[in-house]
């Protein structure tokens, strides 16, 4: 449905691609592709519902491994698919650098298309990651890194940036801001400044 209504190229984030069999990862891009994805990402982030409820970090060597099954669908498609691997070390609370480092490094080999190590806070960690590869980087920008610009990611050869749910949060920021307005006050001032009906159905119809 999404990748019908639009005419821009459409990437998804595949979590671990769904499964923990090498068959079960090249099915999940095949599915996307034919959805109508032409990018899709991999992590090396194992769910605590596929691990006997003790989420994990998978080794490197499994974690690679996935990565190369990943970009072997990928390369098997009728058309370009880009494929971005994720470490996952950052943003699940683990601040090895040198671990994410070699995690990216290993992804690189394995022939991803684009590395993604999201969570991380700081230029001189971001420098450090870019300076360590030699494929392009995504970089996960606010949260902990909502001081940084994205002139600054230019500047540091970060060549994508993501926002996560941040653009969905602040709408539910606003909206529970509104609601408690209302609940608390009896008043509706958040009305103010909100954009008009018919503006948003012409942004939706296009």
Not at 125 to 144: F, Y
Not at 155 to 164: A, T
Not at 176 to 194: K, P, S, W
Request: aromatic letters at 4%.
């Amino acid at each position: 449905v999404l990748a019908g209504a639009t005419d821009l190229p459409l990437a998804a984030d595949l979590e671990d691609c769904f499964s923990d069999s090498l068959d079960g990862i090249a099915e999940t891009i095949i599915s996307g592709a034919q959805a109508g994805l032409v990018g899709g990402s991999i992590e090396d982030w194992c769910p605590p519902h596929r691990n006997d409820g003790m989420a994990r970090m998978r080794p490197i060597g499994e974690a690679k491994e996935r990565v190369v099954a990943a970009v072997e669908a990928a390369r098997a498609l009728p058309h370009d698919f880009v494929l971005t691997a994720r470490a996952e070390n950052a943003i699940r609370g683990v601040t090895d650098l040198s671990d994410t480092i070699k995690r990216l490094q290993a992804f690189q080999d394995a022939g991803a298309d684009v590395l993604y190590a999201p969570g991380l806070k700081t230029l001189e960690d971001i420098r450090t990651v870019v300076s360590a590869v030699d494929l392009p980087v995504n970089i996960l920008l606010g949260g902990a890194t909502d001081q940084h610009t994205v002139d600054q990611m230019v500047e540091l050869g970060v060549k994508r940036v993501s926002l996560g749910g941040a653009f969905a949060n602040a709408a539910y920021t606003a909206f529970l801001r509104a609601a408690q307005e209302v609940a608390d006050n009896g008043t509706f001032t958040f009305r103010d400044n909100a954009t008009g009906g018919g503006e948003i159905a012409k942004l939706i119809s296009g």
